[in-house]
């Protein structure tokens, strides 16, 4: 059979930090504790209180490993004497008070003082602070991105210090000559001489010499010079 570990083994084991042995140790003398605890007005706090300073006085060194029932019978009833009950009130003890009482003193192991928490108000604070900051932080992804787009979309002009960079690359083409004024006559069009239409020059008393229609003999000579084409033959012929 395997041996049983004595009280202070337990003990021994405990203070060398092994949280299950003390939670056999006060398993195992859990009847004195109910016993006391059922005297208080609210039995199973009285216990789990106990359970509590029972670790503390561990961390200290003053837990009597000899005597372990008569050590925590004085813890309960320094305990009860805090929270004395009503005489002649019955008190029950759930059949789990142990465990419960167990559960909440091994999150203090093993100091037996509680880690302190934040106030839960804190962590609502702290997630509306998350839920902003997140908020913020897509407001400014989409802002920035839109900049971006205008930015790159637009055209910067700088000076450009080597001149062959602007240099188009492929056949260079020759500009097309110049178009020359079209000509009417001797006079360019746009610079035609201004013609008087209101017959007001005919009417002038010096307007000039006129010529006269040829006499009738002058258009014999005529006929004569235009039949032989020479002017001194025409003549003979007409003496």
């Known amino acids: 059979m395997r041996p049983r570990h004595t009280d202070v083994d337990l003990v021994e084991l405990a203070r060398d930090g092994s949280a299950p042995a003390f939670a056999s140790l006060l398993h195992r003398h859990r009847d004195v504790v109910a016993r006391g605890a059922l005297r208080a007005e609210h039995p199973e706090q009285v216990a789990a209180s ?12 003053e837990a009597r490993s000899t005597d372990v029932r008569a050590w925590l019978s004085e813890l309960v009833e320094d305990e009860v004497r805090r929270d004395p009950g009503r005489p002649g009130v019955d008190r029950i003890l759930p059949t789990d008070w142990f465990d419960r009482a167990w559960v909440k003193v091994e999150r203090t192991w093993p100091t037996g003082r509680r880690s302190a928490k934040p ?3 804190s962590v609502y604070a702290l997630g509306a602070l998350l839920l902003a900051a997140g908020g913020s932080a897509a407001t400014y992804l989409i802002v920035t991105s839109e900049v971006t ?8 002009a700088e000076p450009v210090e080597d001149p062959d960079v602007l240099a188009v690359p492929g056949p260079v083409l020759d500009a097309p000559p110049e178009a020359s004024p079209e000509l009417f006559g001797d006079v360019e069009l746009g ?3 201004a013609y008087d239409l209101t017959g007001e020059d005919d009417r002038r008393p ?3 010499p006129t010529i006269a229609p040829p006499a009738a003999g002058d ?4 006929d004569d010079v235009a039949a032989d084409g ?7 012929v007409a003496d």
Do not use: C, F, Y
């Open 230 to 236: 020479d002017p001194e033959r025409s003549t003979d």
């Open 206 to 208: 010096d307007a000039g």
């Open 219 to 222: 258009a014999d000579d005529t």
């Open 50 to 61: 106990t359970l509590l300073h029972a670790v503390r006085r561990l961390r200290r060194g």
């Open 191 to 193: 610079e035609l001489p």
């Open 149 to 156: 787009t205008e930015v790159v979309s637009e055209l910067i």
């Open 119 to 121: 106030p839960r108000w």
